[in-house]
Protein backbone atom coordinates (compact mmCIF):
# COMPACT_ATOMS: atom_id res chain seq x y z
CA UNK A 1 0.00 0.00 0.00
CA UNK A 2 1.30 3.55 -0.65
CA UNK A 3 -0.08 6.74 1.68
CA UNK A 4 -0.73 9.54 -0.49
CA UNK A 5 -2.08 13.08 1.04
CA UNK A 6 -3.49 15.56 -1.37
CA UNK A 7 -2.97 19.75 -1.25
CA UNK A 8 -3.78 22.57 -3.59
CA UNK A 9 -7.17 22.59 -2.92
CA UNK A 10 -9.35 26.24 -2.08
CA UNK A 11 -11.52 28.67 -3.76
CA UNK A 12 -11.70 29.37 -7.22
CA UNK A 13 -13.43 31.74 -9.52
CA UNK A 14 -14.95 30.02 -12.70
CA UNK A 15 -12.35 30.42 -15.31
CA UNK A 16 -9.38 29.81 -12.65
CA UNK A 17 -6.93 27.18 -12.15
CA UNK A 18 -5.65 24.90 -9.17
CA UNK A 19 -3.15 22.37 -8.91
CA UNK A 20 -3.87 20.10 -6.88
CA UNK A 21 -0.43 18.18 -5.69
CA UNK A 22 -0.64 14.24 -4.07
CA UNK A 23 2.91 13.41 -2.12
CA UNK A 24 3.57 9.75 -1.76
CA UNK A 25 5.10 7.56 0.42
CA UNK A 26 6.19 4.23 0.17
CA UNK A 27 8.32 2.26 -1.56
CA UNK A 28 8.08 1.78 -5.66
CA UNK A 29 5.59 4.70 -5.72
CA UNK A 30 6.82 4.78 -9.51
CA UNK A 31 5.23 1.23 -10.33
CA UNK A 32 1.87 2.38 -9.41
CA UNK A 33 -1.04 4.06 -11.81
CA UNK A 34 -2.25 7.12 -10.01
CA UNK A 35 -5.49 8.38 -10.60
CA UNK A 36 -7.91 11.78 -9.06
CA UNK A 37 -11.24 11.23 -8.53
CA UNK A 38 -14.05 13.54 -7.60
CA UNK A 39 -16.95 13.67 -4.68
CA UNK A 40 -19.62 15.88 -4.88
CA UNK A 41 -21.80 16.24 -1.88
CA UNK A 42 -24.79 13.51 -2.47
CA UNK A 43 -23.22 11.96 -5.70
CA UNK A 44 -21.31 9.26 -6.42
CA UNK A 45 -17.34 9.70 -6.61
CA UNK A 46 -16.65 10.13 -10.16
CA UNK A 47 -13.46 9.18 -11.79
CA UNK A 48 -11.71 12.43 -13.28
CA UNK A 49 -8.03 10.93 -14.70
CA UNK A 50 -5.50 8.54 -14.23
CA UNK A 51 -1.68 8.08 -15.42
CA UNK A 52 0.21 5.01 -15.90
CA UNK A 53 3.27 3.96 -14.09
CA UNK A 54 5.29 5.08 -16.75
CA UNK A 55 3.72 8.07 -16.96
CA UNK A 56 3.36 7.73 -20.83
CA UNK A 57 -0.74 6.97 -20.97
CA UNK A 58 -3.10 8.75 -19.79
CA UNK A 59 -6.92 8.86 -19.09
CA UNK A 60 -9.65 11.78 -18.84
CA UNK A 61 -13.37 11.74 -17.93
CA UNK A 62 -15.09 13.26 -20.61
CA UNK A 63 -16.18 16.35 -18.08
CA UNK A 64 -12.51 17.37 -17.92
CA UNK A 65 -10.92 16.52 -21.11
CA UNK A 66 -8.92 19.44 -22.56
CA UNK A 67 -8.89 21.43 -19.05
CA UNK A 68 -7.10 19.54 -16.72
CA UNK A 69 -3.71 17.68 -16.82
CA UNK A 70 -2.06 14.31 -15.08
CA UNK A 71 0.92 14.28 -14.43
CA UNK A 72 3.57 12.74 -12.55
CA UNK A 73 7.27 13.71 -11.20
CA UNK A 74 8.19 9.67 -9.67
CA UNK A 75 11.72 10.59 -8.82
CA UNK A 76 9.55 13.18 -6.44
CA UNK A 77 7.16 10.58 -5.54
CA UNK A 78 4.43 13.28 -6.71
CA UNK A 79 1.77 13.44 -8.61
CA UNK A 80 -0.14 16.43 -9.56
CA UNK A 81 -3.68 17.36 -11.19
CA UNK A 82 -3.60 21.06 -13.08
CA UNK A 83 -6.92 22.08 -13.56
CA UNK A 84 -7.71 25.16 -15.64
CA UNK A 85 -10.65 26.91 -17.17
CA UNK A 86 -12.41 25.72 -13.80
CA UNK A 87 -16.37 25.19 -13.68
CA UNK A 88 -18.67 25.69 -10.76
CA UNK A 89 -19.48 21.75 -11.96
CA UNK A 90 -16.00 21.44 -10.79
CA UNK A 91 -16.95 22.22 -7.11
CA UNK A 92 -16.06 18.38 -4.96
CA UNK A 93 -13.86 16.81 -3.05
CA UNK A 94 -10.61 15.80 -4.98
CA UNK A 95 -8.88 12.35 -4.11
CA UNK A 96 -5.83 11.07 -5.26
CA UNK A 97 -5.64 7.16 -5.56
CA UNK A 98 -3.38 4.76 -6.85
CA UNK A 99 -3.36 1.34 -7.65
CA UNK A 100 -1.01 -1.57 -9.26
CA UNK A 101 -2.79 -1.49 -12.69
CA UNK A 102 0.46 -2.11 -14.39
CA UNK A 103 -0.13 -1.53 -18.31
CA UNK A 104 -3.70 -2.43 -17.97
CA UNK A 105 -6.60 -0.16 -18.26
CA UNK A 106 -6.53 1.52 -15.12
CA UNK A 107 -10.43 0.97 -13.56
CA UNK A 108 -12.95 4.38 -13.28
CA UNK A 109 -14.72 2.17 -10.97
CA UNK A 110 -13.70 4.23 -7.36
CA UNK A 111 -14.09 0.66 -5.43
CA UNK A 112 -11.39 -1.13 -8.05
CA UNK A 113 -8.70 1.46 -6.31
CA UNK A 114 -6.64 0.36 -3.20
CA UNK A 115 -4.70 3.53 -2.13
CA UNK A 116 -6.51 6.43 -0.92
CA UNK A 117 -5.34 10.48 0.13
CA UNK A 118 -8.05 11.98 2.51
CA UNK A 119 -8.86 14.63 -0.23
CA UNK A 120 -9.11 18.15 -1.42
CA UNK A 121 -11.86 20.59 -1.34
CA UNK A 122 -12.00 22.81 -4.59
CA UNK A 123 -14.59 25.10 -4.94
CA UNK A 124 -15.35 27.21 -8.02
CA UNK A 125 -17.54 30.34 -7.53
CA UNK A 126 -19.48 31.89 -10.33
Known amino acids: QVQLVESGGGLVQTGGSLRLSCAAS????????MGWFRQAPGKEREFVAAIRWSGGTTYYADSVKGRFTIFRQNANNMGFLQMNSLKVEDTAVYYC???????????????????WGQGTQVTVSS
Open 97 to 115: AADRFGEARPATLSRLWYS
Open 26 to 33: GRAFSSYT
